[in-house]
């Protein structure tokens, strides 16, 4: 593993090991819009459905007790996973758990939706954000849904302590290319549990050939 890909990986880890699911800067109780991003794709409770930095969010257990069943969580973080696993308890033997850095990661899957809030403006390098969507292109199905969540040009230039890009609906397109058309685009203000006021666009794009 490359130094910088260490660096990133202790940085998590260090953030899972200090603070608790509910303490955490991005933390939502009910994560509204992503479920109703994915109640909008025509993909039914048996789609196959992953949420890329997935960290301890409560999106898989809203899942599955909307039905959903296949699912799985991809983080850089293995405690994230642990903590995450442990607030799912029995549930979570039903969700196949990714212990890996985006970026490296070869997938040998295809899913129906792509799910990521707030892990893609942390590639603030050109060849991460390549390796990222290279990723996205092998294990994305076609008339798969990308559903993506980022730092707006309103939002703060950091985010948990790390620098990040921060998107308009159109810069957010062209890293995807002409592949991935833009259905669904809105903003969401996130309040932090410290009080601090974030705002995200979200966007919701079908690959097609
Ligand atoms: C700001 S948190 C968002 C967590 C979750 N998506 C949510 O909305 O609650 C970013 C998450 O992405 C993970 N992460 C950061 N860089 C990553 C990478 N290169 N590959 C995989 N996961 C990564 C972190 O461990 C963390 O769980």
New binding site residues.
Partial sequence: MSLFRRK?KDH?EG??QRLAPNE?????TF?KM?LKSINRTSVGTGGRII???????S?TRHLLDMGYRDLTV????GK?IKKAKLQLGEKSSSTNWIE????SYEFKEQYDVWH????FH??TKTE?RKRYIDALNQALNLNGHLII?TFSLDAPPK??GLPVVRYSPETLQKEFGQNFNPVEIYEEEHVTPSGAVQNFICCRFIKHA
């Fill in positions: 990133r998590w953030i899972y955490v800067g991005w933390h939502q994560p992503s949420d890329v930095g997935g960290g301890t969010s999106l991809l983080d850089i973080s994230s890996a850095d985006i970026t990521d809030r707030a892990v942390f590639l991460d969540a985010c948990s």
